[in-house]
């Protein structure tokens, strides 16, 4: 395996960068960047969600959140990786309407995108690298949000240690049924400062694990319990190692009109 290759893995993760409606996790103009650590890569990549109003569509208001990753510093020069993710979402009911995924290294391009059909319970799913992949899915029950927008979605529910609540994610062209676990309360120290959070977990619970949860890789996220319930801190371990997304710059959204 290349030394990178488990870099390249996490931010994956992280960038493709999706239970109950709600409004968006993210305000207008809020945004968040994280500083991605792997091993004695300190600053291994970048993380960066923000999130902006998109013209309204038959009165309804939407928003997209766009999650850019880039590899930075050292790690750059030995393994060169960007991807860009963007995700419309109805701000009246929080449902995630579509999503445009594309990702490029030193080795391998990705480019797709996803339509989503709540009526017919459908997604569809088109892949322009690979099209003999293009294909219509079945969505399981549940509002679907990608990985990261699901950790950060959580931020909103308000979860108490010992409580849990049931998330669908999509990751590419596969849907994951997931049951986030309250765990307990710890203290991160960030560039931010320092913050009480809830520590989260999400596993693999309801159908057989696969993919990631097959594999052995465990996630977790840090909220913090002030008034803002920012995502401080997110891990995902593999039993090669694990890599860590630190917050280093918030925006809140912008003021209300």
């Given at each position: 395996m290349r030394p990178?290759?488990?870099?390249?893995?996490f931010v994956l993760l992280l960038a493709t960068g999706r239970p109950l409606r709600a409004t968006p996790a993210l305000g207008d103009g809020e945004s968040l960047t994280y500083r991605v650590g792997w091993?004695?890569?300190?600053?291994?990549?970048e993380?960066?969600?923000?999130?902006k109003a998109a013209p309204p569509e038959d009165g309804h208001l939407r928003l997209d959140v766009t999650t850019t990753t880039s590899t930075r510093s050292i790690a750059r020069a030995l393994f060169t990786f960007d991807a860009r993710a963007d995700a419309l979402f109805d701000v009246h009911n929080?449902?995630?309407?579509s999503t445009t995924e594309s990702s490029k290294s030193d080795t391998k391009k990705t480019k797709s995108s996803i339509v989503f059909d709540y009526a017919k319970s459908t997604a569809s799913y088109v892949n322009?690298?690979?099209?003999?992949?293009?294909?219509?899915?079945?969505?399981?029950?549940?509002?679907?949000?990608?990985?990261?927008m699901s950790l950060i979605q959580t931020r909103a529910w308000n979860l108490k240690p010992g409580e849990t609540r049931d998330a669908l994610v999509i990751f590419d062209d596969e849907f994951y049924e997931l049951t986030i676990?309250?765990?307990?309360?710890e203290e991160v120290r960030t560039p931010l400062g320092t913050f009480n959070t809830l520590v989260l977990v999400p596993r693999m619970e309801?159908?057989?694990?696969?993919?990631?949860?097959?594999?052995?890789?465990g996630v977790r996220v840090w909220i913090s319990q002030d008034e803002r319930h920012l995502p401080v801190k997110f891990l995902v371990e593999f039993k090669f190692g694990s890599g860590v997304a630190t917050l280093v710059n918030y925006q809140p959204p912008a003021p209300s009109r």
């Open positions: 990178l290759a488990p870099l390249l893995l091993g004695i890569f300190f600053g291994a990549g993380i960066k969600i923000s999130a929080g449902r995630l309407l322009e690298i690979n099209p003999d992949r293009t294909t219509t899915l079945a969505m399981p029950a549940g509002e679907p949000l990608d990985l990261i676990h309250a765990e307990g309360y309801k159908t057989p694990p696969k993919g990631m949860f097959k594999r052995g890789t």
